[in-house]
């Protein structure tokens, strides 16, 4: 059993910031915490910078990554968007879709992320066939995650319909396995191993009939296994879901038992009060990706309704247009003060916390996101000194870090207490930025 002690000069411990403290690791896992320790104990791993838990990533589509740039330009919607979109998932295959994810998900150790919330619906061959192991795209990102060396939670989505009972289309040949049984089937071949959670998630009220919602929901309850959900991310997508069924989309997953604690709804932007009054009362969990719902024009959803009644908040990159989550977390409380002119919805204290112990709440992790005994060995340190964060006293490191500081500040990320990033440097993925050039070209042709 190897004995690791971190000393931290400034460490973030849950509600204020404290100078000079260690942290024992053995096996993994923070065995105990330390304050008042003023200088490095002999042989000490020393980190310098203000040291926080590692950073969950709620929400990813991997593959979007490819489309950075290129979406920027001209005009358009979400609609418009999904077109491009879909032109870059008919081109992958196993072997590239590892390629791309192992880049993506160094890119997020860089920023200090320690787990992933792969939203995974690219299934098949294109046409539709399933490769020789039906899950092989699945295991892709699995593999590419365990390379970049953090935690995923592949959150295996049955995608099941064009809208509201109209057969896939074309692109979404790759994403269907037919049935919600047919999905459960595949599924459940996927095991669990360290440093990975298999999860469960209904694409959208969109892309899986009400009549199957039941299977998806009761494949994770027997599990224990999160289900995530996007939901109410468009209006269109409400106006279909009242015409189909009389229901909003959150009365819809209500009524087949798809809401509670282990679910979260991601995006949640276009919601009636009675929609945030159900997802409260059945604390099902709220994922906000706000680059990406601005980046989309989607909204601004009602993130204080909603944790005020009961729906806690996580944080997801979503679409990456930008891989920073403390982009994210600033950004949640920026929106709330240009559509409310007030200031002050979250202090930097409550939006870490959606974006580290909240975050991996809601991907299965629940001994993770915070520095004391027993929790996983995953944490994070932002630099003090640099051009954006040098100036402040220490004791607003946390303001610094989330309202000033970004991905670029991450100094090192340590996960399972195995250091992948060191003095900005991945461990294992040398070269990030030209593993995302190369894996991107190559899908260009
Ligand atoms: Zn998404």
Known sequence: MSLTTYWLEHAWLDTNVEPGVTLAVSDGRITAVRTGVDTPPPGAVVLRGLTIPGLSNAHSHAFHRALRGTVQVGSGTFWTWREVMYTVAQRLTPDSYFALARAVYAEMALAGITSVGEFHYLHHAPGGT??????AMGEALIAAAAEAGIRITLLDTAYLSSGFGAAPDKHQLRFTDGTAEKWAERVSALKERDGVRIGAAIHSVRAVPADQLSTVARWAQDREAPLHVHLSEQTAENDACLAAHGLTPTQLLAEHGVLGPRTTGVHNTHLTDGDIALL?????????CPTTERDLADGIGPAVALQRAGSPLSLGSDSHAVIDLLEEARAMELNERLRTRTRGHW???ALLRAATVDGHAALGWADAGTLEAGALADFTTIALDTVRTAGPLPRLAAETAVFAASAADVRHTVVAGRH???????????DVAGALADSIAALRG
């Not at 399933?130 to 899950?135: F, G, K, Q, V």
């Not at 409260?280 to 994922?287: A, F, K, L, N, V």
């Not at 992948?420 to 040398?430: C, F, I, N, T």
């Open 420 to 430: 992948v990033v060191r003095d900005g440097v991945h461990h294992s993925v040398p």
């Open 130 to 135: 399933p490769y020789a192991d039906p899950n």
């Open 280 to 288: 409260g009362t059945s604390t099902t969990g709220t994922c906000m």
């Open 347 to 349: 202090t930097a204290a």
